[in-house]
């Protein structure tokens, strides 16, 4: 695991683009495991400058997202297919985007599919990741085990709190995902993890320096070949 200390936001969020770049220009076929939330909001727009200004194209790329909502359709002002097409889809030239539905009829048997069709793809090139105050990646949150393939997830209170400022104020926020697990995303070749503000702080020193645990799932990167984490002074501030 490789920790970066940026002076700022913008540094860490220019510093993954630029992992994002590296990768696609040595292998134009990459296939991207992609996250949503606040904090990949500046990368994907570094990305889309990149890509604006001719120096990235996406249009041999394929991109996984690691989660979704149990219960909205991909055209809810709040699901996570939406978020990534008005944040990336829609100003960059990706050949295949994919996210798990969350409106699928039977849930279980659309996790499996999911990972069939990210093996089928030939697997993660490089993951983005985000950090739960509570230390989850994706939408793992703490347990007593690290879950291997895409599963079904109760959403803990923190993490429902945390999500509300996405919804309206009289909207229900859902209580369930549907989410890559641990063990899919360790099988990704290269991890990116950006960690942003004060919030955060604990659950990076957790991950960075306390013992693997699956109350942290974030530990679990601990023993990943290829991980890079990049953090802002905020972020950093209990290392
Ligand atoms: C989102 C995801 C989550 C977020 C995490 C941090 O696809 O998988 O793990 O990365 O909850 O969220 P933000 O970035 O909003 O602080």
């Given at each position: 695991?490789?920790?970066?200390?940026?002076?700022?936001?913008?540094?860490?969020?220019?510093?993954?683009?630029?992992?994002?770049?590296?990768?696609?220009?040595?292998?134009?076929?990459?296939?991207?495991?992609?996250?949503?939330?606040?904090?990949?909001?500046?990368?994907?727009?570094?990305?889309?400058?990149?890509?604006?200004?001719?120096?990235?194209?996406?249009?041999?790329?394929?991109?996984?997202?690691?989660?979704?909502?149990?219960?909205?359709?991909?055209?809810?002002?709040?699901?996570?297919?939406?978020?990534?097409?008005?944040?990336?889809?829609?100003?960059?030239?990706?050949?295949?985007?994919?996210?798990?539905?969350?409106?699928?009829?039977?849930?279980?048997?659309?996790?499996?599919?999911?990972?069939?069709?990210?093996?089928?793809?030939?697997?993660?090139?490089?993951?983005?990741?985000?950090?739960?105050?509570?230390?989850?990646?994706?939408?793992?949150?703490?347990?007593?085990?690290?879950?291997?393939?895409?599963?079904?997830?109760?959403?803990?209170?923190?993490?429902?709190?945390?999500?509300?400022r996405f919804f309206k104020a009289d909207e229900k926020v859902p209580t369930q995902a549907i989410s890559l697990g641990a063990g899919g995303i360790m099988k990704a070749r290269k991890?990116?993890?950006?960690?942003?503000?004060?919030?955060?702080?604990?659950?990076?020193?957790?991950?960075?320096?306390?013992?693997?645990?699956?109350?942290?799932?974030?530990?679990?990167?601990?023993?990943?070949?290829?991980?890079?984490?990049?953090?802002?002074?905020?972020?950093?501030?209990?290392?």
């Amino acid at each position: 695991m490789i920790v970066h200390i940026y002076e700022n936001k913008d540094q860490a969020s220019l510093a993954a683009a630029s992992l994002f770049c590296a990768c696609i220009l040595s292998k134009p076929d990459a296939v991207l495991g992609l996250a949503t939330g606040s904090t990949p909001i500046e990368t994907y727009q570094q990305l889309i400058d990149m890509h604006q200004s001719g120096l990235l194209d996406f249009s041999g790329c394929t991109s996984f997202n690691l989660d979704e909502y149990v219960g909205l359709s991909a055209d809810h002002a709040c699901s996570y297919h939406r978020f990534m097409k008005e944040q990336l889809f829609d100003h960059i030239n990706m050949k295949k985007t994919h996210v798990p539905s969350g409106d699928a009829k039977d849930l279980l048997e659309e996790a499996g599919r999911y990972d069939k069709e990210i093996e089928a793809a030939g697997g993660i090139d490089i993951q983005f990741l985000g950090l739960g105050q509570n230390g989850h990646i994706g939408f793992n949150e703490p347990d007593s085990v690290f879950h291997y393939g895409t599963q079904i997830v109760n959403l803990t209170k923190s993490t429902i709190e945390a999500n509300k400022r996405f919804f309206k104020a009289d909207e229900k926020v859902p209580t369930q995902a549907i989410s890559l697990g641990a063990g899919g995303i360790m099988k990704a070749r290269k991890i990116v993890l950006v960690a942003l503000g004060e919030t955060k702080a604990e659950a990076v020193r957790a991950m960075v320096t306390g013992e693997l645990d699956p109350q942290v799932q974030a530990s679990i990167l601990r023993i990943h070949p290829d991980t890079v984490i990049l953090l802002d002074p905020q972020a950093a501030s209990l290392l």
